[in-house]
């Protein structure tokens, strides 16, 4: 047997070259910097690196080639824009991380050991969340790209193992963020053992791991129709645990309350674009011409997530599990967009990603200012009057919410617009009646906090607004910027999208 050696094209696998890179590079700051620039280090790394990335993945939208790994990924319109959408997500999410407050100063430390006492007390905060941080980047960039299911795999691992950690690096409640922490990676494990047995009945359907491969045999017939039903079914619990789609959804509230709050954010936004995305290309291009066996399926659990998310959030007495329920609910918006399996269902559940993204840090941002004397306050009874406290900052809240919630003037109301609109032109009536009537619902609880936060009197309990640093602040007002702009003038990125999101087999 004759070895072949592998042809790469580095130049279109440059952005996820790079982050590695700025990874790596993160792990010896941590190692020889002082303790002292450390953190200005790691934040400069970090913000090059994914600057950088963002800049080539630009200058390689042009590029005639599409295949840069032995046709193990494909770079075309649809990958390059979530790759683009991952990363100024992470850009937003970095300046939120780069308040190290949030993070225990030696996450290898017992809670509450004496060992931990001394780094608080001498300062030696570890900044390893960085380096973590542009580890699960580069596994995002992947994932959307991955063209067969052992990349898809591999990308699926790279991105989940850093947030795992990151999930138990709280500084407060230290338990909680390591039982947090714990059941995410768990189910995670569990998860990915179901993507690997799915995958494993599609090669025996199809003799072929790689996307193509697999449509070429569905449009033949040319294999046993039971493997490919089962290999779909299982490769769709992998997918739909990191959406967060019921009912693989029970980590979310859990790993969403435990975790920082910055990490929350990221993990939120970040994970969404790159799963979304790995199962848009999956079932607009591997599953296409099995539509019949996948969209039943996809369609129930779609509607189970819009009303069961909202159903519960409204029961919610904690704003990040509140807040979790929401993105459970959204996930259940999303897959109107993979059952729509059209060009305006691409192109809308590009835009919808990146534009709820956006506002998802910028919403778990704020949740961030509201503090006591012992951390972060999420019980939203102690949110009452906080537009009399702080009336930016109960302002800003409320216009996530409202976007959140789709209320016209925000990028929500275009995003849900186009993604019904799409799955309606496809004929899932169903599935977009019950996508409205889960926005009605889900409205009640968003205009539930504002009326909390605007209408009630304040209680004197120690609660008030801190800003941390001016990091944050940018954080939060790009948000904004961007959840307005793409809500008052979303015409020339819908165009940019139109024009570049086709999938290339």
Do not use: C
Not at 307 to 336: C, T, W
């Amino acid at each position: 047997m004759e070895f072949v050696a592998p042809v790469l094209n580095y130049t279109l696998l440059s952005p996820i070259l790079i982050l590695l890179g700025g990874a790596l590079i993160g792990v010896l700051v941590e190692a020889f910097v002082s303790k002292a620039l450390r953190p200005i280090t790691q934040l400069s790394v970090t913000l090059g690196s994914l600057v950088l990335a963002l800049v080539q993945v630009w200058r390689i939208h042009n590029e005639s080639s599409t295949s840069a790994a032995m046709s193990s990924v494909t770079i075309d319109g649809p990958g390059l824009l979530l790759q683009a959408s991952i990363i100024i997500i992470s850009i937003i999410s970095v300046f939120l991380i780069a308040d190290t407050e949030q993070f225990t100063a030696l996450a290898a430390a017992l809670p509450g050991s004496d060992e931990e006492r001394h780094a608080l007390q001498t300062g030696n905060q570890v900044t390893e969340v960085y380096p973590l941080t542009l580890f699960a980047v580069s596994g995002m960039l992947v994932f959307p790209i991955a063209s067969d299911l052992i990349t898809l795999f591999v990308a699926l691992e790279m991105l989940s193992l850093p947030l795992y950690l990151m999930a138990g690096l709280s500084r407060r409640r230290r338990l909680a963020s390591q039982e947090s922490a714990l059941k995410y990676f768990l189910l995670g494990a569990f998860s990915s053992a179901f993507f690997l047995f799915g995958a494993a009945f599609i090669y025996g359907f199809a003799s072929s791991v790689t996307f193509s491969g697999i449509h070429d045999a569905i449009a033949n017939a040319s294999g046993n129709d039971v493997f490919l039903l089962i290999g779909i079914a299982f490769l769709s619990v992998g997918l739909l645990f990191k959406v967060g789609a019921v009912p693989f959804h029970a980590w979310s509230p859990d790993v969403y309350q435990g975790a920082p709050t910055p990490v929350t954010a990221f993990m939120a936004a970040a994970t969404k674009v790159a799963a979304f995305g790995a199962m848009l290309r999956i079932f607009y291009t591997a599953f296409a011409n099995a539509e019949w066996s996948w969209t039943p399926m996809l369609s129930l659990i779609a509607i189970i997530t819009m009303v069961f998310g909202s159903l519960v959030a409204i029961a919610q007495r904690d704003v990040k599990r509140m807040l979790a329920y929401s993105s459970i609910a959204h996930a259940g918006f999303l897959l109107s967009g993979v059952i729509a399996l059209n060009k305006a269902g691409l192109d809308a559940s590009i835009f919808y990603l990146f534009a709820y993204g956006v506002a998802t840090v910028g919403g778990f941002a704020i949740v961030t200012l509201v503090r006591d004397a012992a951390g972060e306050v999420t019980d939203l009874n102690r949110w009452k009057g906080l537009g009399k406290r702080s009336p930016w900052v109960a302002s800003s809240f409320a216009f996530f919410l409202l976007a959140f919630a789709g209320i016209p003037l925000t990028s929500g109301f275009i995003g849900k617009f186009s993604i019904f609109s799409a799955a309606y032109e496809s004929g899932a009536t169903g599935v977009v009646i019950a996508g409205v009537l889960s926005s009605a619902i889900a409205a009640f609880f968003y205009i539930r906090v504002i009326v909390l936060m605007f209408f009630t009197d304040p209680i004197e309990d120690g609660t008030s607004v801190e800003i941390p640093s001016s990091l944050t602040q940018l954080t939060i007002v790009i948000s904004l910027l961007v959840t307005f702009v793409l809500g008052v003038f979303p015409a020339p990125l819908l165009n940019f999208i139109t024009n570049l999101a086709t999938f290339l087999r």
